[in-house]
């Protein structure tokens, strides 16, 4: 589910894990560092939207090709460098197997490999990426584009995991593909739960929740049942935050020791939010975030304190 650029061509995370990093030289503390997290540059929903369209509009992306294009020069700029670069999901709009789908990706595709190479992309996968019940068709094209759906990796001593939200949403087509994610979930949190990582994050698109664990059930949520036994294993194995987007406004709030952050998009506000990216700092003890505009990023970078924190240890 991501893909790592060298040069103009994408190298996709295979075998459940991401080359641009390599585990035994990022298993140990380094001290602090950051990185940047978007949404939903999802090509094609702006128009779709502004029509009131959504399941068959879309034929236009020139806005969110400008947005995500200054995403990634505002990223560019940074100095220090980020870690990495992940995108939560909803990379295009078109749904799997509808017009413009091959397109948007091939625009997409486009404004990404400008990243600075030195900044790795990690790509989530969405329910438009995959369909909102995905089959094991849809996933395999997604494994074709961007690579593996779901898979871990470790930046100085951190441990993320990057799951496919899909299947907690509706796995009816592909109850098989869940129960191997579920597995293999449960093998990365023994890692976590023996505290093996200075701490562990997830990627997803779908939030668990948007402001409280006993909230109504929601198109932008996980079910209740699901995500209560989901929250309960992932802050039983001591993971520290979950980030996600689909929202497309901010969001967010704790359940026991985990925080769920939930980020706008990159592409279409469907709130009073701006286009924009998350600046996330880990240090030794804990994980500081905060929401910036294209625009303020574009222009004056990440504010001093952010940048103290990463001084500091």
């Known amino acids: ?21 390599v585990a035994e030289e990022e298993q140990e503390w380094k001290g602090p560092f950051y990185f940047i997290q978007g949404a939903d540059p999802q090509f094609g929903l702006m128009k779709a939207w502004s029509t009131g369209d959504c399941d068959h509009g879309g034929d236009e992306w020139d806005q969110e090709i400008r947005l995500t294009e200054q995403a990634v020069q505002a990223i560019n700029k940074l100095n220090p460098k980020p870690k990495f670069f992940v995108l939560c999901g909803d990379l295009i709009h078109a749904m799997p197997g509808t017009p413009w789908r091959k397109e948007q990706t091939e625009d997409l595709q486009r404004v990404l490999k400008d990243l600075d190479r030195e900044i790795p992309l990690v790509l989530v996968s969405g329910n438009h990426d995959l369909g909102n019940v995905p089959t094991a068709e849809t996933i395999e094209e997604f494994h074709h584009t961007w690579g593996d759906d779901y898979f871990s990796f470790w930046v100085g001593g951190v441990l ?16 098989a593909l869940k129960q191997a994610q579920d597995c293999w979930l449960d093998q990365q949190l023994s890692i976590a739960r023996q505290r093996k990582c200075r701490h562990a994050i997830v990627f997803q698109h779908i939030p668990l929740f948007l402001h409280s664990i006993d909230e109504d059930d929601d198109y932008f949520n996980l079910t209740k049942a699901v995500r209560v036994e ?4 992932l802050s039983g194995a001591g993971i520290k935050a979950v980030f996600s987007g689909h929202y497309h406004r901010n969001a967010g709030g704790t359940y026991q020791n985990l925080d769920m952050v939930v980020s706008s998009a990159i592409g279409c506000q469907l709130g009073k939010d701006t286009h924009g990216l998350r600046v996330v700092v880990v240090t030794a003890e804990k994980i500081v975030h905060r929401y ?21 240890e």
């Open 160 to 175: 993320f995991l990057v799951l496919n939200s899909q299947f907690w949403y509706d796995a009816s087509q592909c109850p």
């Open 230 to 233: 989901l929250a309960d294993k």
């Open 292 to 312: 910036y505009s294209l625009d303020e990023l574009s222009k004056d970078g990440i504010e001093d304190d952010l940048m103290e924190l990463m001084k500091k």
């Open 1 to 21: 589910m991501s893909a790592v650029k060298v040069g103009n061509v994408f190298h996709r995370a295979r075998d459940r894990t991401l080359d641009a990093f």
